[in-house]
Nanobody
Framework: VQLQASGGGLVQPGGSLRLSCAASGSIFNSNTMGWYRQAPGKQRELVATITSDISTNYADSVKGRFTISRDNGKNTVYLQMNSLKPEDTAVYYC????????????WGQGTQVTVSS
């Protein structure tokens, strides 16, 4: 499985960005796709996840500002980020979890999001 993320960049506080991540390879019909982020000097943390049946989960820090969605036909997951804050600055990684007897984790290469005036 390969994951290709795009859409990061520099944005002013209060602005918006949309991240995309396309998965290719052996993608199962049932999986969980998600976004994580890692700020300098901090551990990687969950931002949002979405299952194949469109059940979502968000970190408290992004609830009401970020929206995760997916296109199962394109094996692509999106993260719409609104009302961005400087503390949202981080490298954002997309993730796919899938498996039957064992859960496999796949990671994208990361895309930088910088929120600064």
């Amino acid at each position: 499985v390969q994951l290709q993320a795009s859409g990061g960049g520099l944005v002013q506080p209060g602005g918006s960005l949309r991240l995309s991540c396309a998965a290719s390879g052996s993608i199962f019909n049932s999986n969980t796709m998600g976004w994580y982020r890692q700020a300098p000097g901090k551990q990687r943390e969950l931002v949002a996840t979405i299952t194949s049946d469109i059940s979502t989960n968000y970190a408290d820090s992004v609830k009401g500002r970020f929206t995760i969605s997916r296109d199962n036909g394109k094996n692509t997951v999106y993260l719409q980020m609104n009302s961005l804050k400087p503390e949202d600055t981080a490298v954002y990684y997309c993730n796919v979890k899938q498996g039957i007897l064992r859960i496999y984790n796949y990671w994208g290469q990361g895309t930088q999001v910088t929120v600064s005036s």
